[in-house]
């Protein structure tokens, strides 16, 4: 009682996409996938996208898990990582896992979640999605602890016309808690992994680091905001964080201007921040691996190689650490030009989708 086991099962996106080929050179070429208002721009054939890769119910797919043993308290007890096949229950939406996280007492009926195809699974799935949330919150609360910082800013949300294809409606997405729990365990997993390629291949291993704010950039929002009447701690990233929280209860006056000054000094920070970015371990000293947001010393891309070339390449380093898969055959310089050109495609990416939300809007 009170000790759960809790996977993370990515689909086994290497399996089909073997090193040299014609669709790996073409994946990798474009190394993202990209999400434009009305339309995305896959990095790989939508037969894997949708299809043999999709985690679709009640079908047996090939994927990649981190496996854990967790306490309720979200204590970390065991870890397994290994190639795996999963049927799962249900493909459920956040909007569906929300309600039931909700609604945590109400008596569900089968009619309630169309999603779940077999009506005796669905207390079943319910449950788990319940157990999941308590512990995320406690692995949240004791990873907050150790000094984390997250800017949130608006993310708009279009509705399309089914006929046009053009935008009929656009509000703010509301992140939710559901979106918290998937997240809490993809960076879990991320880190896992990121520490075991990295140990195993300390010289060609392909990590995510963001780096500290320059201090002169610190400087700068620092005097902005004393400018203001505004104090801000910057002294870490956990330091920052606190004194976001902290912003609305120290504040005075209407409280939609404090929610709008908050907001505008939330910009202001993600203006000065550094920019995330993909790099080889043999390249750059350790101390330099560290993830500033994180506030974790190594970190990588794992959890979606459906879209994200740098994950397949993570894929195949995990199953040379395990020694389920082909040794592995990549220099130094191999990763460092690679990491270079993902870095390039993911941030032309992002400009287009943002160019993409501002032209729709």
């Known amino acids: 009682p009170g000790v759960y086991e809790v996977g993370v099962h990515i689909a086994d996106v290497s399996y089909f996409l073997e090193p040299g080929t014609p669709l790996d050179t073409m994946a990798s070429n474009r190394a993202t996938s990209v999400y434009l208002i009305q339309r995305v721009i896959p990095m790989l054939p939508r037969r894997?996208?949708?299809?043999?890769?999709?985690?679709?119910?009640?079908?047996?797919?090939?994927?990649?898990?981190?496996?854990?043993?967790?306490?309720?308290?979200?204590?970390?007890?065991n870890e397994w990582m290994g190639h795996s096949i999963i049927c799962s229950r249900a493909k459920l939406s956040y909007d569906e896992a929300q309600l039931m996280i909700d609604n945590s007492d109400r008596q569900w009926q089968p009619s309630?979640?169309?999603?779940?195809?077999?009506?005796?699974?669905?207390?079943?799935?319910v449950n788990s999605v319940i157990k999941l949330n308590k512990i995320a919150k406690q692995m949240r609360f004791l990873r907050?602890?150790?000094?984390?910082?997250?800017?949130?800013?608006?993310?708009?949300?279009?509705?399309?016309?089914?006929?046009t294809g053009l935008p009929n409606g656009c509000n703010i997405y509301k992140y939710k808690e559901s979106n918290r729990?998937?997240?809490?365990?993809?960076?879990?997993?991320?880190?896992?992994?990121?520490?075991?390629?990295?140990?195993t291949f300390p010289e060609i291993a392909l990590l995510r680091r963001h780096p500290t704010p320059k201090s002169r950039s610190l400087d700068v929002l620092r005097d902005q905001c004393r400018s203001?009447?505004?104090?801000?701690?910057?002294?870490?990233?956990?330091?920052?964080?606190?004194?976001?929280?902290?912003f609305e209860i120290k504040r005075t006056g209407e409280a939609s201007t404090i929610a709008m000054e908050k907001h505008v000094v939330t910009i202001m920070c993600c203006?000065?921040?550094?920019?995330?970015?993909?790099?080889?371990?043999?390249?750059?000293?350790?101390?330099?691996?560290?993830?500033?947001?994180?506030n974790v010393p190594r970190y990588t891309h794992f959890t979606s190689p459906i879209r994200r070339y740098p994950d397949v390449i993570v894929h195949?380093?995990?199953?040379?650490?395990?020694?389920?898969?082909?040794s592995i055959t990549l220099s130094t310089e191999d990763v460092d030009e690679l990491s270079s050109h993902c870095n390039k495609k993911r941030k032309n990416a992002k400009?287009?989708?943002?160019l993409s939300s501002n032209l729709f809007l």
């Open 48 to 77: 894997l996208c949708e299809d043999l890769c999709s985690l679709n119910p009640n079908e047996d797919k090939l994927t990649f898990s981190v496996v854990w043993t967790l306490t309720l308290k979200g204590e970390l007890l």
């Open 112 to 125: 309630d979640f169309p999603c779940i195809i077999n009506s005796k699974h669905v207390p079943i799935v």
């Open 144 to 163: 907050q602890s150790r000094g984390t910082l997250r800017l949130d800013q608006p993310k708009l949300s279009f509705s399309l016309d089914k006929d």
């Open 181 to 199: 729990l998937i997240e809490e365990f993809m960076l879990l997993a991320n880190m896992a992994v990121a520490h075991k390629i990295s140990k």
């Open 228 to 246: 203001c009447g505004i104090v801000l701690n910057l002294t870490t990233a956990g330091d920052l964080q606190k004194s976001l929280n902290e």
């Open 271 to 294: 203006r000065i921040m550094e920019l995330a970015r993909y790099f080889c371990t043999g390249c750059i000293e350790e101390e330099k691996y560290l993830h500033y947001a994180l």
């Open 316 to 326: 195949r380093l995990l199953s040379a650490a395990l020694n389920e898969g082909a």
């Open 351 to 354: 400009t287009a989708e943002e």
